[in-house]
């Protein structure tokens, strides 16, 4: 069953989104911020991370960042309740493979997930 | 020629009544043999009309007005010739005095300011008059209506009329714009000094003009009786109530005179007359005045107060929307919970194996995601709301925490850490809750714009609070480039802004807001090292004996 990381600030979404991955089939680890994630990650890379983009302390583009400093290649879907105008480049720069913005449709979801996978996949075997 | 609406026809009809109506009041208050009415209500009446009505009206009310004059008139045995003649000298007098009023103080009259009473006393309460006395007098002289000398005919219209313009026209005016519906806004109490004044008023005239025991040689001091009710109606009740204290004095000093009673009876008609108007004029004109500059002051500071308000509404519309990202924010996140915790339900649902305690987990978590978004709304609904000024005991920390949870998106989504240090017990401040949160969003939200240059460990916002012996201070501190000590001042100037979108009415509403709190609001910083900002206010004083009423 492929893992999905989810790192969110807030503990209601990281319930929803868990048992929406669940439901769907997959196997869901929550975190509630970038350092925790970090650290789990460091030991047990998922097969995709869903990845909240404004939360206290370290954002999502600081562990964007702080990944592709140190080398590490994941899928990584990021989600936000506050769009703004260049964001989504910015994260897409920083290695993301899908932006979506906050409430999220659960087929969008899932499709971006499995995306993010399949071009990971596709991208390690080239 | 344009049709003639209803409400024109509905006022012809009233000036015809009212002029109908006040000619026999003048009648009655004439002093038999004297030929004139110590006071002859109807040319004021028609002056008070039309300076209600728009000027091209006023022909409809003259022409309403003869038919009235004629029956009055006629009724008494006056020659058509003179009757006409006085229509004619009636209607010069109240179009000249309106006319010049108009010229003056443009729209209708209303007795709201010294300049519109000073334009009404001089060329309507005293040009106008004065010029229809002349045409009167002569008039009379040459129909040959009457005796007496030109000169004295000139003088007796004259004080008669000045007396009628001062007692009918303020009344008539401040009454106009009187609706029933206004009564129910009256408070008991209010209507409860209204009714002691003019007890008061009739009683104090009874006893000074009205009763038989009086005559002119036993008490002049009487004549004052009334003036102390007339003053209380003069500070309290507007030129409303003043004008309709003064029309009951004139009324009730006249019918004294005419029925033999009170200080004034006894002497020769033409005395008695003129003895009375210039009484009655000398009382009249002085507290028409105050009546009016009081009530043109407490406007003026009601103005204000409501301009403040206006200000402070506006400016918190302006901060709330550039707090929209952030509340954009704190809306999407419950509704993510709710959408995802809906659907993960749908697959589990189409799912084999339903797991009804997962379910009911799931529909408690829709609720309270619910229930949250619901908050958010209810908080910005009071903050939008226009309201008046609504003082109670508030707990500063309380607030402090209200408006981080106000302002919890921007924070997050501006990446600045809030850190707030609250002192673990705060006495009681007294004020306006959504107007003190207003000055606290206001500082938070300039602190994360001063800081938003900054990299990520340098958007760090310290609140704290702290009671003092006789205040609660609170204290917003940011890691901006702060201020310069040379633009300390400018920083509470309204319009004074350093940011692009900024109106520049935050800081120096926050300070009047406070200041109107009895407290103190002041910044204090050195260059590239943040600034912080203060606010104290005074601690609500609960001691059984000084405590003050909240509202």
């Known amino acids: 069953m492929p893992s999905v990381a989810i790192v969110d600030d807030e503990e209601g979404i990281r319930k929803a989104l868990s048992r929406l991955l669940r439901a769907s089939g997959l196997d869901a680890e929550s975190y509630a911020n970038g350092q925790e994630f970090l650290d789990a990650a460091a030991a047990h890379r998922p097969d995709c991370v869903v990845l909240d983009l404004h939360m206290p302390g370290m954002s999502g583009l600081q562990v964007l960042r702080k990944l592709k400093a140190a080398g590490q290649r994941l899928s990584i879907v990021v989600i936000t309740a506050h769009d703004e105008p260049e964001t989504r480049e910015r994260c897409i720069d920083a290695g993301a493979c899908a932006y979506l913005r906050k409430p999220l449709e659960d087929r969008l979801l899932l499709n971006a997930i499995s995306a993010a996978m399949r071009s990971h996949t596709a991208a390690i075997r080239r | 020629m344009r049709g003639v609406e209803p409400g024109v026809l509905w006022s012809a009809l009233a000036v015809a009544l009212g002029y109908y109506l006040a000619a026999r009041l003048g009648f009655a208050f004439t002093l038999q043999p004297h030929p004139i ?347 939008f709301k226009k309201g008046e000024t609504h003082l109670q005991p508030l707990d500063a920390n309380e607030l402090v925490r209200e408006v981080l949870t106000i302002a919890h998106g921007d924070l997050i989504t501006r990446a600045v850490e809030a850190m707030p240090d609250l002192a673990a017990q705060l006495p009681l401040i007294e004020g306006d809750r959504v107007q003190l949160e207003q000055v606290m969003l206001n500082l938070v939200m300039n602190a994360c714009d001063a800081m938003s240059a900054g990299g990520a460990d340098a958007r760090r916002l310290s609140i704290r609070t702290r009671a003092t012996d006789s205040s609660v201070q609170i204290s917003f501190a940011d890691l901006g480039p702060g201020f310069r000590p040379a633009d300390y001042d400018k920083l509470f100037q309204p319009f004074y802004t350093t940011k692009p979108q900024g109106l520049g009415l935050g800081l120096s509403i926050s300070r009047s807001i406070v200041t109107a709190h009895g407290g103190r609001l002041w910044g204090a910083s050195s260059p590239g090292r943040g600034a912080t900002f203060h606010i104290t206010l005074p601690i609500l004083d609960l001691g059984p004996i000084t405590a003050r009423p909240l509202t």
């Open chain 2, 37 to 383: 009415s110590t006071l002859w209500p109807p040319n004021a009446l028609l002056m008070a009309a039309l300076l209600l009505a728009p000027s091209r009206r006023w022909w409809v009310l003259l022409a309403a007005a003869l038919p009235a004059h004629l029956m009055a008139e006629l009724q008494s045995g006056v020659p058509l010739a003179m009757v006409l003649g006085w229509f004619a000298s009636n209607c010069s007098e109240a179009l000249l005095g309106a006319a010049l009023v108009r010229a003056f103080v443009p729209g209708a009259l209303r007795f709201d300011s010294l300049r519109s009473a000073g334009v009404f006393l001089l060329f309507g309460a005293f040009v106008a008059p004065l010029a229809s006395s002349f045409l009167d007098a002569a008039l009379v002289k040459l129909i040959g209506f009457g005796e007496g000398e030109y000169w004295t005919l000139v003088h007796m219209r004259f004080s008669s009329n000045v007396l009628a313009e001062l007692t009918i026209v303020p009344l008539i005016v401040a009454w106009a714009t009187w609706r029933p519906r206004d009564l129910r806004d009256v408070p008991p109490k209010c209507l409860l000094e209204i009714a002691a004044v003019f007890t008061g008023l009739v009683a104090a005239s009874l006893i000074a003009f009205d009763l038989p025991v009086i005559d002119a040689n036993t008490a002049p001091a009487l004549f004052y009786a009334p003036l102390p009710f007339l003053l209380w109606a003069a500070v309290r009740l507007g030129v409303r109530g003043t004008a309709t204290g003064l029309a009951v004095m004139v009324m009730m000093t006249i019918w004294g005179a005419v029925h033999e009673m009170g200080p004034f009876a006894g002497g020769a008609p033409q005395d008695t007359a003129r003895d009375m108007q210039v009484f009655l004029i000398a009382v009249s004109v002085p507290l028409l005045l105050l009546a009016v500059s009081l009530e043109e002051r407490s406007k003026a500071e009601l103005d204000a107060q409501e301009q403040r308000l206006q200000l402070t509404h506006l400016s918190r519309v302006a901060m709330l929307g550039e707090l929209s990202g952030g509340i954009a924010h704190e809306l999407n996140q419950p509704l993510t919970a709710i959408l995802s915790n809906a659907q993960a339900a749908q697959h589990f649902l189409a799912g084999k194996d339903l797991d009804r305690e997962e379910l009911g987990e799931i529909l408690k978590d829709i609720i309270a995601a619910d229930q949250r978004a619901g908050e958010v709304i209810h908080r910005l609904r009071a903050l």
